[in-house]
């Protein structure tokens, strides 16, 4: 392989999975800073809660409200099965490239 392929090949595979993993964070991100909103406005319990001096609030709504549970799924969505797999597909790649690096030197 001529070092000017895998510069380009090594361009493309940043170019490409860092965006992918930008968005996917960004994803993330933007739910955190939702659900942290959506708790902090309309709970009274909250302030209780995440300085942990009386959780029942919380375990009730987290028990029986389906609003909860849609939260939680959309975080698991998002943290296992779009970030993490994204991850996991940046390292599977960047060990291609890598090995070629290594290849190319020889």
């Known amino acids: 392989m001529s ?4 510069v380009n090949e090594i361009i493309d595979f940043y170019t490409e999975r860092m965006l992918e993993i930008e968005v ?5 991100a933007d739910d955190f800073k939702d659900n942290y909103k959506h708790w ?3 709970y009274h319990w909250w302030a209780n ?3 942990k001096r ?5 375990v ?8 909860y549970k849609n939260r939680v799924a959309t975080v698991h969505f998002l943290a296992y099965l779009v970030f993490l ?6 390292k599977e790649e960047a060990e291609i490239i890598i090995s070629k690096i290594h290849e190319n030197k020889n």
């Open 85 to 90: 797999p994204e991850i996991k597909r940046f």
């Open 24 to 28: 996917d964070d960004k994803m993330r």
């Open 3 to 6: 070092n000017d392929t895998l």
């Open 54 to 58: 009386e959780m029942s609030g919380f």
């Open 60 to 67: 009730e709504y987290a028990l029986t409200d389906k609003d």
């Open 40 to 42: 902090k406005k309309n």
């Open 49 to 51: 809660y995440l300085y």
